[in-house]
């Protein structure tokens, strides 16, 4: 399967505890998403790259989370000192920037994060 | 401020009936317009876009939306509805920011039923 894959799937963990989601967008693709979803919401944007440099965060991604795409190809995010509202799927999405090319995301499956 | 919205938390029809998916959205310049649907425990996947051109466009799975300017809208629709079709169907907007980024807005998500 050559789509974006996302490590772990599910994730539970105690308030105060380090948590670190990987992501392997498609591999030709050299922009990297990551949002949040909650429980009947829509995916929120967190931050962006383009190869390895992170050139948009939002305003939701406090100083507990970081993001790295080191070498431009698989990025990690860590979230630290979890805290129950941090509890959500967290999104992956990988695109293409080139000719013709629209910027359609393609999702992986997301990592399901409970805090306890 | 731009957003999108999708005006049913569900959408309920009959198996062969046709259905619609409402979608308006509010962006300054021309949005590209984008529908993803989500299986349980499952990615967004991507259904179909708008970009520039014929108002009617067609995606996978025999679903095909139509761009009405005026009224700001990007309703989904398919003629005849499958049970396989019930999901979680987001509308999604691009819009450029700056010169190397396109962030993606997406409404809160409409749960489509089809019974048998």
């Known amino acids: 399967d050559t789509g974006v894959s996302q490590n772990p799937r599910h994730k539970i963990t105690k308030r105060g505890q380090n948590v670190t989601f990987r992501c392997d967008p498609i591999s030709e693709h050299n922009r990297l998403y990551w949002y949040r979803q909650t429980l009947g919401q829509g995916p929120e944007f967190l931050t962006y790259f383009q190869n390895e440099a992170q050139l948009e965060k939002s305003r939701l991604l406090s100083d507990r989370f970081s993001a790295e795409r080191p070498k431009g190809s698989f990025s990690t995010l ?9 509890s959500a799927m967290y999104l992956c999405a990988s695109s293409l920037k080139g000719p013709g090319s629209y910027n359609e995301q393609f999702f992986g499956p997301g990592t399901r994060l409970t805090v306890l | 401020a731009q957003s999108v919205a999708q005006p049913e938390d569900q959408v309920n029809v009959a198996e062969g009936n046709p259905l619609t998916v409402k979608c308006t959205y509010s962006v300054s310049g021309n949005p590209y ?11 967004l996947q991507f259904l179909l876009k708008y970009i520039t051109g014929d108002n009617l466009v067609k995606g996978s799975y ?5 761009f009405n ?4 809208s990007f ?9 396989s079709d019930s999901a979680l169907y987001f509308c999604a907007v691009r819009v450029p920011v700056g010169d190397n980024f396109n962030k993606f ?3 809160s998500g409409t ?4 019974k048998p």
């Not at chain 2, 989904?76 to 049970?83: E, Q, T, Y």
């Open chain 2, 111 to 114: 749960k489509l039923n089809v």
């Open chain 2, 33 to 43: 317009l984008f529908w993803y649907v989500q299986y349980p425990n499952r990615g």
């Open chain 2, 69 to 72: 300017k005026s009224q700001t």
């Open chain 2, 75 to 83: 309703h989904l629709k398919k003629p005849s509805a499958l049970v």
């Open chain 2, 62 to 66: 025999g679903f095909e939306a139509e």
């Open chain 1, 78 to 86: 860590e979230i630290q000192r979890t805290e129950q509202g941090d």
């Open chain 2, 105 to 107: 807005y997406f409404g």
